[in-house]
């Protein structure tokens, strides 16, 4: 298998990327802002107007950073996923983690109009909807892997994921029709993703959730490999299969359903990442692939996040529309030409 060593030219690129895309990010907004009084705020300089300060360390800084933790972690649960159900087209929730914290915030947002205040745990703010889509996502990784504890098939795992979220969708659609005009509007807007509503507080256990997601998937980068070549070829390497799909489900049910908590359910992130990656880096060995994806899903995150907020405008665009968007030609693109598809 290849190290990063080999590969420390694409790396220096990615991070030089990275750092150009966030600096671009975090310039740009609905109030327009000098590109040097935005580097001087940065470095701690004087500014043309002090007040842009708090503009960028409040808003723009935090939205940078929460797209660069958003798409490096559903960049890596999409790695994950695809590797465990050796599928080229598993995304990060097709366990049914993401559909699990949409239960929640469904419930918590519009289940007072179908059972009379049952599901009504008082105002719904960002705290309120982060901790109730952290609870759905929570309950299903549970039952998930209670299931993976007496089923040995991954494909029959992944089909049983794809039923919970089929479930969970139809609970949502039931409170969807049932529920006013207004708390309908809310849960939609919850749904389109957004990466603009975390504090400093909110990002650092965003930051704690994903950094213990990344240690996990570090800690089964040799299972991960093995996975490739088949289960068995994985037993013959002294592999626990039992306990890696247990802590890679785990880490994927960590990254998904946090992200999902905090920042709504963003779609193509990470069906389209891990594939843009291997074909950039032309290898399937994960102590290259999971360093890489973690950059390569922060810069395209933050592409999208820049093209959603339409410069010097104050309208911004459904981060999720923007990621569809992008995400989707790619997944066409990867389709056509799947014999030359790195798996």
């Not at 740009?28 to 503009?55: H, Q």
Request: aromatic share 10%; with cysteine; charged share 10%.
């Amino acid at each position: 298998m290849e190290t990063t060593n080999t590969y420390k030219l694409p790396f220096l690129l990615l991070h030089i990327v990275l750092l150009l895309f966030l600096i671009v990010n975090i310039s740009l907004g609905s109030v327009s802002i000098p590109f040097k009084d935005t580097i001087n705020a940065i470095l701690g300089g004087e500014l043309s107007n002090e007040s842009w300060r708090y503009i960028i360390w409040n808003y723009r800084i935090p939205k940078a950073f929460t797209a660069l933790l958003v798409g490096s972690g559903l960049a890596l649960s999409g790695l994950l996923m695809q590797t465990l159900f050796r599928n080229p087209l598993a995304g990060p929730f097709v366990l049914g983690i993401s559909s699990g914290a949409s239960l929640g915030a469904a419930l918590l947002i519009m289940g007072a109009s179908l059972f009379s205040g049952l599901f009504s745990f008082g105002i719904v703010n960002d705290v309120s909807l982060a901790v109730a889509s952290s609870v759905g996502s929570f309950l299903v990784l549970l039952v998930v892997v209670v299931v993976a504890s007496r089923i040995k098939d991954t494909m029959a795992l992944l089909i049983i994921g794809l039923m919970f979220g089929s479930i969970t969708a139809a609970v949502v659609s039931v409170l969807s029709y049932f529920t006013d005009a207004e708390k309908l509007q809310q849960f939609i807007y919850w749904s389109f993703g957004s990466v603009g509503n975390l504090s400093w507080q909110q990002l650092l256990l965003l930051l704690i959730i994903i950094f213990t997601g990344v240690v996990l998937s570090i800690l089964s980068i040799k299972p991960l490999n093995s996975l490739l070549l088949g289960e068995n070829y994985a037993r013959s390497l002294g592999v626990n299969l039992k306990k890696s799909r247990y802590i890679i489900i785990i880490a994927t049910g960590l990254l998904a359903g946090g992200i999902t908590a905090y920042a709504g359910p963003i779609a193509f992130i990470g069906l389209a990442v891990p594939h843009l990656t291997k074909q950039i880096f032309n290898t399937t060995d994960h102590k290259v692939l999971v360093p890489a994806v973690l950059v390569y899903g922060a810069i395209l995150m933050l592409i999208c996040d820049t093209i959603a907020q339409l410069p010097a405008s104050a309208n911004v665009l459904p981060i999720n529309a923007i990621t569809s968007i992008v995400g989707a030609p790619v997944v066409i693109w990867l389709l056509v030409r799947k014999k030359k598809m790195i798996f």
